[in-house]
């Protein structure tokens, strides 16, 4: 076995959403040392522009898009726009949106807006991609999900539903197109150490550490790098008879 030829990317396009930070940043950086061309994306230009750095020391290539993917219509542009870049092989589909508030205390601007970046830009990406990928009888979508989807929190109420809703949208449609080599999967990662939750974690250590210690079988937080490998194979010749499935990287739960 050729493991170049089973988990390598070279010559492959990968699309990274919400690269520009945290388990995004990771992944495209992973699927840039894995011989990918990355196209970075982030909401306001420039935002990438130290990934994109990193990528390019260490050897990679790398371009950069911005978009705001809370605006409808926002998810078919930036398909567009970076196939006009090259053919996208593989969609990373990460970037979210995540406020905290259980029912009750649940805004109707912020349902709104994690539906639109979670959910409707989702659906617009996959319209635009999908018969793309098709017609190249090759193509990989990444749907970075979350724990939440199975295990839902009611401080997280919107945002777990969301993320249900998407891998539901995963699963329909690697029925509909895995007999075109075009397979979708959802990576779902439990608790991540990331920029997301730095203030709960700057702004009382001791409790951070406790919450870590107790959520899962590990006793601690992930790290953003740990989700590059499942990202890469995902995304590679490696899982060409997976579809429509979920991978858990929770640390135990």
């Known amino acids: 076995m050729n493991l170049e030829t089973v988990f390598g ?130 193509g990989r979508v990444v749907s970075i999900g979350s724990i939440n989807q199975l295990r839902p929190k009611g401080i997280v109420t919107a945002y777990a539903a969301t993320k249900a809703a998407q891998h539901n949208l995963i699963q329909s449609q690697a029925r509909d197109y895995a007999k075109d080599n075009v397979l979708l999967n959802t990576l779902a990662p439990g608790l991540i150490d990331t920029d997301r939750n730095a203030h709960r974690r700057d702004e009382d250590p001791e409790g951070w550490a406790e919450y870590a210690r107790t959520l899962n079988w590990m006793g601690r937080a992930g790290q953003s790098e740990e989700m590059a490998g499942a990202a890469i194979f995902l995304s590679s010749q490696a899982c060409s008879f997976m579809t429509g499935e979920s991978i858990f990287l929770t640390g135990g739960y």
Do not use: Y
């Open 9 to 138: 990317l070279k010559g492959r396009t990968a699309l990274v959403t919400g690269s520009s930070r945290g388990i995004g940043a990771a992944i495209a950086e992973g699927l840039a040392a894995a011989g990918a061309h990355v196209i970075l994306h982030g909401t306001k230009t420039g935002g990438a522009a130290a990934v994109h750095q990193r990528i390019v020391e260490n050897g990679g290539t790398a371009q950069e898009l911005s978009s705001d993917l809370s605006v409808p219509g926002a998810g078919r542009d930036l398909i567009e726009r970076a196939e006009a870049i090259a053919p996208v092989d593989i969609l990373v589909i990460n970037a979210s949106a995540q406020i905290n508030a259980t029912l009750p205390d649940l805004k109707p601007e912020d349902f709104a807006f994690q539906v639109a970046v979670n959910f409707g830009s989702t659906v617009d990406m996959l319209q635009t991609s999908l018969p793309l990928m098709a017609a190249r009888k090759w």
